[in-house]
């Protein structure tokens, strides 16, 4: 069986250590831990497979900036033949302070035009997605616009490394023990 798992951002290098683009690094993160190199597919995103525990994984990037990202992901699960249900999507979350994951089976988009994107080019919300906190910590924030395209402060990078490999762990679990059991050990 072939998992997909899609971290969400936007290409370009003005985006690449943006708290939008956390989606992005996350994967990132996972395709070193398994060996994984990039290639452009033709579902507009850069995508790269590899084996794990007997599982086919299909780690990817959409190229198409982060509001149209439902058309990559559709023809991903097209092309690999996979129900929404072996998608694992991992965005950003503004209302999460910097650090929580939360891992959930499906739901809405929260305000999240990327997740917005998927959940209208696939039809249903039943799809997994780990959303990764990067809201601020008790600070006033003026723009929430400027704040998540804005990079993480030198201060902030601890807690981001921290919650990289902390959300690796959530998705490899989840792939190898199920969603339950990485939610009961990841969301908190």
């Keep these: 069986m072939t998992w997909i798992i899609v971290g969400l951002g936007n290409p370009g290098e003005e985006y690449a250590r943006t708290r939008h683009n956390i989606g992005f690094m996350l994967v990132d993160h996972l395709a070193e831990h398994v060996n994984v190199a990039w290639a452009l597919s033709e579902c507009e995103a850069l995508i790269g497979e590899t084996e794990w525990h007997g599982e086919t994984l299909v780690l990817a990037k959409p190229q198409t900036y982060m509001n149209r990202s439902g058309r990559a992901v559709a023809c991903l699960l097209d092309h690999y033949h996979a129900p929404p249900r072996r998608l694992i999507v991992i965005s950003d979350d503004f209302a999460l302070p910097?650090?929580?994951?939360?891992?959930?089976?499906?739901?809405?988009?929260?305000?999240?035009?990327?997740?917005?994107?998927?959940?209208?080019?696939?039809?249903?919300?039943?799809?997994?997605?780990?959303r990764l906190g990067i809201g601020p910590r008790g600070e006033a924030i003026a723009d929430p616009v400027d704040f998540v395209l804005s990079e993480f402060?030198?201060?902030?990078?601890?807690?981001?490394?921290?919650?990289?490999q902390r959300g690796q762990q959530?998705?490899?679990?989840?792939?190898?023990?199920?969603?339950?059991?990485a939610m009961t050990a990841y969301n908190s």
């Design 98 to 130: 910097l650090g929580t994951l939360r891992l959930r089976p499906k739901g809405g988009d929260g305000g999240h035009k990327g997740l917005r994107s998927i959940i209208e080019a696939l039809g249903t919300t039943d799809f997994p997605r780990l």
């Design 153 to 164: 402060r030198k201060e902030e990078w601890a807690d981001v490394e921290i919650m990289m």
């Design 170 to 181: 959530a998705i490899l679990l989840a792939i190898e023990q199920g969603l339950d059991r």
